[in-house]
Each structure stands twice: as structure tokens, then as C-alpha cells.
């Protein structure tokens, strides 16, 4: 069973049923799931997470799902990998990347929708739908498929070859939309009132949210208990982002780790950075731009939850950055050739954002930093235009060692 009481307005606090609902009737705010934290500490601790699946689902007392045996392709539980090799590239003794990439459908998204889907099952919808720029599609697509659910999936006409096949592997309905993520969100905003299905991102969105702070459960369990000194996360929507947040929150809450004092960094690519220009002008307000960037999973102009991200950034003392599309890349290469880990864009994003924090001096040496890398890189190869220069040899030692250079002398066999 669950220990979520309801959903309650993040801005004046009043309080709703565990609904399909996502926005406040009174003031138009977002809605947030809310718990009974002293009914979880009673059965919680590090001991029954310990013996729990490796799965999000080690923290099923912390998210809003009443089901036991929840329908999970095996999200979560991704490595936190020690950095040394970046960490040294860029002036960091205790640098950690949080592999995202490793999920069933290659991006955290799995673990928004494990929980969205779940729930609306629970609500008996037969149907679910979402606005995505691409990855949450395919999840919500992979999920539909193992929960036997019908889905449509709504993206942007212009999302990557790889993308799109990443999707139409699990054969949801597919529907591309002539217009920007803003708008493919719109439309959905729109026929959620139309078609009673489950939007994951629009009706759902509460459920969906709570998915995303299972990364920050993982990331203090892994560590043995404890909350990093800095964050770096990617926003599009900030939601993500603010869910970090919550989820170190909780778990002070609920005493399984100590007091937090972490610092909140959020990184956007600069084609698509309202959250970063509001805080840079220190203004509280997010305004909306005309996305403009290859970093599409997070080219989104109008951010749902952009404020609460500026306030999340701002009150943990931490910080905005964006980054370049060409800084991006070469931050996916740098992730790529010094840990081994191919990201997409936005994971590259994270990378500049970091070494410009570091360069700054805004994130020092000793400070145990956490990257979380959000995507994988293979399927939108596109993005990576570097020429690529393979030596071209005859299938003969004599071609290879000459093409290679090493044929200096010709010793002829012993
Ligand atoms: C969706 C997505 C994000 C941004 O998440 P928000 O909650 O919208 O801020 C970041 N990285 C990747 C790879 C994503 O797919
Ligand atoms: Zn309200």
C-alpha cells in the first residue's frame, strides 16, 4: 500500500485526491504528492531498503503507488561510478557520474513513467499518452507495451532518425507534430480534456514527478548514506531537477541520512536557457524563449516547472550555467574518452557546466560532486559530427603495419 495522503498545491497548499489532476483549481499552480513521513519512518530503513529489489521499487514506501508487484521493466538502481579520470581532467578529487544511460530505454524517463504508469493502471486507464521530445516517448511506449496498455505518443516532426525508431520498436501510436515541443505540449494540455486517457506528463504529472527523485535515494544509499556536496543536473521542464531536491528532502525527513547542505546546480543548453537567464538577472519570474538548440530532450522555451527549479538552484545555494551546443559535444566526448560512458547532449551539457564551475571556483577541489548524466548517446548519433578517421588497411600485417607507421625497418623473420 501507499503512504501518499493526496496531492496538495505547491502554492497555496490546498489539498486534492490521488487523481488524475495536475493544476490547482484555485490558483493554477502545480500539484505535489504528498506523504504520511511518520507512518514511512515506522517501516523504513536502511536495512529493508538494503533487502529490497534493485529496482526504484527498493523505495516503493516513498512513492504514491499502492500496488506490491508493480508492472517494472527494471529501472534504477544505475551505477554511481567514481570519476577519477575526469575528476583529474578537471580539478576534482571526489567526482561521481550517475550512469542514467543504463535504464531499460536509455534515459531516467524510465523511472517518471514506472510510476505514472503504474498509477494509471491503478486509476483504470486503458490508455496512455504523452508530449515528449523523444525519450519519454519511448518509455512511455516500452511500458504501455509491458503493462498492455494502449499508447499515443505525441513528439516534434523534427526528432531524430534514432529517436523515432526508438520508439516504433515497441509500437505505440506515434504521432508527429509540425511545431516545437512547446506546441506538441500545448496540444496535449489540450486533448487531455477531450480523451480520457492517462497523459503522462499532463494528468499524470504529479505521478510522473515523483519517479525522478528516486535518483536522488540512489545516489545517497550509494554513498554509503550520505548527500553529495554539489548536484549538477540538466533541465528542461526543471522537473527533474526540483525532484532531486525532494527526494534529499526525504530522506533527512525520514532521518536515513543527516542534515542536507547540498548545493543545486542546473545546467541548460544556452539555445534554450530560461531558468538560467532568470537566475543570472535574479529575476523570479521564468521567462519563456523560442527553443533554439541540437540538445533537443531539453529544448523546452516555456519550463512547467521552471520557477521551482530557479528556487530549488537559489535556495540550496547552488547555481545556473548554460552551455554552447558545440560546448556540449565536446562535453559528451570528454565523458566519452575519459570515463567511458557515451551520453547524449544533455549528459554533455553537465560536463561543460561542470568544468565551468569548477574553472570558476564555484565548485572546489574537495567537494564531493555528483554528475547526473540523464541519457544515453547512441540514438542520436547525428549529434557528433566530428569526422571520423579510420586507418584503412589490406587484411595483410605488411598493409597494417605501414598504413600504422610502424614498418621502419624490414627485419625479414628471424
Ligand atoms: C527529459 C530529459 C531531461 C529534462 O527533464 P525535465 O524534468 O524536463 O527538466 C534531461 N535529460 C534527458 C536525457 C531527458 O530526456
Ligand atoms: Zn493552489
Redesign the pocket.
Given at each position: 500500500m501507499t503512504y501518499a495522503i493526496g496531492l496538495r498545491c505547491r502554492k497555496c497548499g490546498r489539498e486534492y485526491p490521488l487523481q488524475a489532476i495536475h493544476i490547482c483549481d484555485f490558483c493554477l499552480s502545480p500539484l505535489e504528492v504528498s506523504y504520511d513521513y511518520k507512518a514511512i519512518s515506522k517501516v523504513i530503513s536502511r536495512d529493508t531498503i538494503a533487502r529490497g529489489p534493485t529496482t526504484i521499487w527498493r523505495y516503493r514506501h516513498l512513492l504514491p503507488v499502492n500496488s506490491g508487484e508493480a508492472t517494472d521493466i527494471g529501472t534504477g538502481f544505475t551505477p554511481l561510478v567514481k570519476a577519477d579520470n575526469l575528476g583529474e581532467e578537471i580539478g576534482l578529487e571526489k567526482l561521481y557520474i550517475k550512469n542514467d544511460c543504463l535504464n531499460p530505454t536509455y534515459?531516467?524517463?524510465d523511472r517518471a513513467v514506472s510510476v505514472a504508469v503504474n498509477k494509471a493502471k491503478e486509476l483504470n486507464f486503458d490508455t496512455v499518452a504523452c508530449a515528449s521530445t523523444g525519450?519519454?516517448a519511448a518509455s512511455v511506449a516500452a511500458y504501455a507495451a509491458k503493462a498492455k496498455m494502449k499508447a499515443y505518443v505525441f513528439v516534434p516532426a523534427g526528432v531524430e532518425a534514432g529517436k523515432l525508431t526508438g520508439i516504433a520498436v515497441y509500437k505505440p501510436i506515434i504521432v508527429t507534430v509540425d511545431g516545437s515541443y512547446d506546441d506538441v505540449n500545448r496540444l496535449c494540455a489540450e486533448l487531455s480534456h477531450r480523451y480520457s486517457w492517462g497523459f503522462i506528463n499532463v494528468n499524470l504529472r504529479p505521478y510522473y514527478a515523483e519517479g525522478s527523485k528516486t535518483i536522488s535515494y540512489e545516489i545517497c544509499e550509494q554513498l554509503g548514506w550520505q548527500a553529495p556536496d554539489c548536484i549538477l543536473a540538466?533541465?528542461?521542464?526543471?522537473?527533474?531537477?526540483t525532484r532531486l531536491w525532494k527526494g534529499l528532502q526525504e530522506l533527512s525527513t525520514l532521518d536515513l541520512i543527516g542534515p542536507v547542505n547540498t548545493h543545486m546546480f542546473v545546467l541548460q543548453a544556452q539555445g534554450s536557457s530560461p531558468i538560467v537567464h532568470a537566475f543570472e538577472a535574479g529575476n523570479l519570474h521564468v521567462h519563456p524563449v523560442k527553443a533554439n538548440t541540437i540538445v533537443s530532450?531539453?529544448a523546452?522555451g516555456n519550463p512547467a516547472d521552471g520557477y521551482y527549479a530557479l528556487m530549488t538552484a537559489r535556495g540550496s545555494g547552488g547555481g545556473a550555467v548554460s552551455v554552447t551546443d558545440d560546448e556540449a559535444i565536446e562535453g559528451v566526448l570528454l565523458l566519452a574518452q575519459t570515463e567511458g560512458i557515451f551520453a547524449?547532449a544533455?549528459g554533455g551539457v553537465v560536463i561543460a557546466g561542470l568544468k565551468k564551475l569548477v574553472s570558476a571556483g564555484v565548485i572546489e577541489k574537495h567537494h564531493l560532486t555528483v554528475a547526473v548524466i540523464?541519457?544515453a548517446g547512441p540514438r542520436t548519433q547525428e549529434t557528433i559530427t566530428h569526422p571520423i578517421k579510420p586507418f584503412t588497411v589490406w587484411p595483410s600485417v605488411e598493409s597494417f603495419e605501414e598504413v600504422l607507421g610502424f614498418r621502419t625497418i624490414d627485419i625479414g623473420g628471424i
Open positions: 534515459s531516467f524517463k525519450n519519454l540538466p533541465a528542461g521542464s526543471g522537473l527533474l531537477f530532450s531539453i523546452i547524449e544533455a540523464t541519457g
